[in-house]
């Protein structure tokens, strides 16, 4: 049984511009979410996907986006970089119907300059 | 915001029990409590969580109070590997479409 895998681990953009982050999710698991964790602090629910739609979003704006295909697996799209967004940012994938938790990946370390 | 309450740090003797407490004083009836940590660089861990009976796994035991307003997990033999930020989390299980909300944890320091 595979983990939840996410790339790339490490990633340097200039403001203003526009990353894609994706994510694999655990093998049997139909869900996947998405959290920003700032450095010191406790990660932030950005959104979840769930049949390849939005199911729920935080307190993010329109600049954060997503997609979930087929296989489950989804991308996170952020557009016009602030320096703020600067962040790690997780993906976590769970099972719509099986009370396990929710598995986390390692993360993407994103840094804005 | 989140709902739960957690000491910011502790430290603990390797080979000693650690004891984490949480504060959930607004908890429903229906709400489970879960734990998490998170090691430096990684994603967080699911380590257990409870309705309202005690929990044990291979990895801790939770501790519910009867009136649910407060919980413990407790790690029995603490190694330095178990240095982490704790997260304490109450969340309706509603099969997986529920978001976490962290607050900003414990931080455990195992120390040799």
């Known amino acids: 049984e595979t983990g939840v895998t996410q790339s790339p681990t490490h990633l340097i953009k200039t403001r203003g511009q526009q990353v894609t982050l994706r994510c694999s999710s655990q093998?049997?698991?139909?869900?996947v979410s998405w959290y920003q964790q700032a450095l010191g602090q406790g990660p932030q629910f950005i959104f979840q996907?769930?049949?390849?739609?939005?199911?729920g979003r935080g307190n993010f704006p329109p600049r954060f986006s997503g997609l979930q295909f087929p296989n489950y697996s989804s991308e996170l799209n952020v557009n016009a970089l602030e320096l703020d967004d600067s962040a790690l940012y997780l993906c976590?994938?769970?099972?719509?119907?099986?009370?396990?938790?929710?598995?986390f990946g390692s993360g993407t370390r994103l840094t804005v300059v | 915001d989140a709902k739960t309450t957690q000491p910011p740090s502790m430290d603990c003797a390797e080979g000693r029990a650690a004891n984490l407490p949480c504060n959930h004083s607004t908890i429903s009836g229906n709400e489970y409590v879960y734990w998490y940590r998170q090691i430096h660089s990684q994603g967080p861990q699911y380590i257990i969580h409870?309705?309202?009976n005690n929990e044990t796994n291979e990895m801790a035991s939770l501790i519910i109070t009867e009136d649910r307003k407060s919980s413990t997990l407790i790690l029995p033999h603490a190694t330095l590997r178990d240095t982490a930020v704790y997260y304490c989390i109450v969340l309706i299980s509603n099969f997986g479409n529920e978001k976490l909300t962290f607050g900003t944890g414990t931080r455990l320091t195992i120390i040799p």
């Open positions: 093998s049997g698991h139909n869900t």
């Open positions: 996907y769930y049949r390849e739609e939005e199911n």
């Open positions: 976590a994938s769970s099972s719509r119907g099986q009370d396990y938790g929710y598995t």
């Open positions: 409870g309705l309202k």
